[in-house]
């Protein structure tokens, strides 16, 4: 008899987790073995129970979901990893995907392909939604730089330039300089449009 796909779910919503038990329970090739709220008891459980799936929400209490499947991966490099998420953006995606990501599911799209998706990614495809490789093949603006993101988090949560400048230790001039490379590369009307773009593409949450 074959055995069944073991899967570890980690996520801090306890109503998440218990829908996808629920949709778990119902197919015999698939086996729910641990759940875990928050990075670290993730890696505890994948530890412990050496699932040959786990389903990783992005945003956890104690880390980011991404770095957390790094550590993971940094320790058993065959871990096959499925992101889970509610957003869209690109950039988010392509920190799964180069991080080691088997599959990126969004939230919404649970009930219909997560099934699927943990059969397929156990056995060696990676799976990205139809809907998601649209969105990346759109979304090809230029990247922005370490430094850019870092004054656009900071001119998000209300700083004006010249104060950028003084958290960052740089003149304000400078700050106006990556400002306006940042509304160049996001093509923004200013910087209200710039924030609103950079969230949407996941350079960083709100």
């Not at 969004?106 to 969105?135: F, N, W, Y």
């Not at 106006?176 to 710039?194: F, Q």
């Amino acid at each position: 008899m074959v055995s069944p796909i073991r899967i570890l779910t980690v996520d801090d919503h306890p109503l998440l987790r218990e829908g996808i038990a629920g949709t778990l329970e119902d197919e015999p090739d698939l086996k729910l073995v641990a759940e875990a709220a928050s990075g670290q008891e993730a890696l505890a459980r994948f530890r412990e129970h050496r699932p040959d799936i786990t389903l990783m929400d992005v945003r956890l209490p104690d880390m980011d979901g991404i770095d957390c499947m790094a550590e993971l991966r940094r320790d058993f490099p065959d871990a096959r990893i499925i992101i889970l998420t509610t957003y869209r953006g690109d950039v988010q995606v392509r920190r799964a995907l180069a991080g080691g990501a088997m599959g990126y599911l969004l939230k919404s799209m649970l009930r219909k392909d997560l099934v699927d998706t943990i059969r397929a990614v156990h056995e060696g495809q990676r799976c990205i939604p139809g809907e998601v490789a649209r969105m990346l093949n759109e979304d090809n603006e230029g990247s922005l730089s370490p430094r850019e993101i870092e004054v656009l988090r900071l001119v998000a949560e209300g700083r004006s330039n010249k104060r950028v400048g003084v958290e960052l230790g740089v003149s304000e001039e400078t700050v106006k300089m990556h400002m306006k490379s940042v509304l160049s590369k996001l093509h923004a009307n200013d910087r209200t449009h710039a924030v609103t773009i950079a969230l949407k593409r996941g350079y960083f949450s709100p």
